[in-house]
């Protein structure tokens, strides 16, 4: 049969209005003879409230009970939206994560999908019913309940998209699609009406809200075509998919904010091999991802060591470094601060040169100082002054001349 698959976030499910506005949609595809399966997240706001009352009673509560509590937005939502279906007579059946055959490995708040095996999914949807599945969540070998990070019903939904074979995935937000920046830092960015799924993994990684990175690595991998688009609007998305011929000349198609970043400094780091290795490591078994890396010269066979972590890794990757110094290893803990990344992304990039020529002195124009640099093949990326940041994209996406 032909199956679709929709997420629907948070802010599509945020009230009872909403949520019957969402069952209105899906009875659309229904009627158009699609099976459906529907993918959604905790309503608006409703994570964060779950949090809050998890600290207010243990200030670093255990990651597994953390995920046990936050899966319950999800499962209130997928219950809410199979009622509104059923006042309009739509068969609709819910699936947390773990029922859909969702199975994971590794940490928790940061599970990855070991498997997905779909559970009785195909056999629910060739009965005619609607599958509303809890995203965001899955089940480890040990049967915990475990969670994908922040926008893991993305990944949810791409998933389960591959699994099913469905003949189209969507992922219904708040905007209209993907933009050549943040509308609301930028008002004249416009809306890209297809982009690959290279260009959307560095603009999702460098701080684009609109999908989740690992969910675009996942559609990438497996290539799992899907549309980006409003569940406010009629209008058509932004289709992510593995190429796009459009943009193959274009310098470049985009420009990403992440406001999200702590830089955190090492000090008196003993300049010889290994040493920065070894805190790196510290790194990685402490389950935190370091982006920008920048090292200065060694003097007195000392030197210093600064990279930036998401913002909240920050406790977790100061916590790691202090124990591993404390243990007699060289090197200081130094001071930890807030900056903005601001990155241009474009495949152009590959066979053009002066890209950071243009993007640097478009800044230094501005009198906006650069703090650390990084690039990829089609990605440059600088950290600014939090102060420094909006102004820093919106000069950039003028430099490269994105407006409308």
């Keep these: 049969m032909n199956v679709v698959v929709q997420k629907y976030g948070g802010t599509s499910v945020a009230d009872v209005d909403r949520i019957k506005k969402v069952a209105r949609r899906v009875k659309l595809a229904v009627d158009s003879g699609y099976g459906v399966l529907v993918v959604v997240s905790a309503r608006a706001g409703v994570t964060n409230q779950l949090i809050e009352r998890a600290k207010a009673i243990q200030k670093n509560p255990s990651e597994r009970e953390l995920d046990m509590l936050m899966t319950c937005g999800e499962q209130e939502t997928i219950a809410l939206l199979c009622m509104a279906l059923h006042t309009i007579k739509v068969p609709a059946i819910s699936r947390t994560g773990w029922q859909a055959g969702i199975q994971t490995e590794g940490l928790h708040a940061k599970s990855r999908i070991r498997e997905v095996t779909g559970g009785d999914l195909r056999k629910q949807l060739r009965a005619g019913n609607v599958v509303v599945v809890a995203g965001f969540q899955g089940v480890n070998d040990k049967g915990d309940v ?36 943040d509308p609301r830092i930028v008002p004249d960015a416009r809306k890209i009406s297809e982009i690959s799924y290279e260009e959307m993994l560095e603009l999702a990684s460098s701080g684009s809200k609109v999908m989740q990175t690992r969910a675009v690595e996942f559609a990438q991998k497996h290539n799992i075509p899907f549309e980006v688009r409003s569940s406010f609007s009629k209008k058509s998305g932004t289709m992510v998919k593995k190429k796009v011929k459009s943009l193959e000349d274009m310098l470049v198609s985009g420009v990403a904010t992440d406001k999200n970043q702590v830089r955190i400094s090492v000090t008196e780091l003993p300049d010889r091999p290994g040493a920065a290795a070894a805190v790196f490591k510290v790194m990685a078994e402490a389950g935190v991802v370091v982006d920008m890396i920048i090292q200065n010269v060694g003097r007195q066979g000392l030197a210093n060591l600064s990279f930036t972590v998401p913002s909240e890794d920050a406790f977790r990757a100061e916590k790691a470094l202090k124990e591993h110094f404390a243990d007699g290893n060289g090197g200081k803990l130094g001071k930890s601060t807030n900056i903005v990344k601001v990155s241009v992304v474009g495949v152009g990039m590959r066979s053009h040169s002066g890209v950071a020529a243009t993007f640097f002195d478009a800044l230094a124009n501005e009198g906006i100082n650069m703090l650390m640099i990084s690039t990829s093949e089609i990605k440059i990326s600088v950290a600014v002054e939090p102060k420094s940041g909006d102004e820093a994209t919106r000069v950039a996406h003028q430099a490269f001349g994105l407006g409308k």
């Design 146 to 181: 475990t969670t994908f990070g922040r926008g893991g019903s993305d990944l949810s939904a791409i998933a389960l998209a591959g699994t099913l074979r469905a003949k189209g995935c969507q992922i219904f937000t708040d905007v209209e699609g993907v933009y050549t920046a």
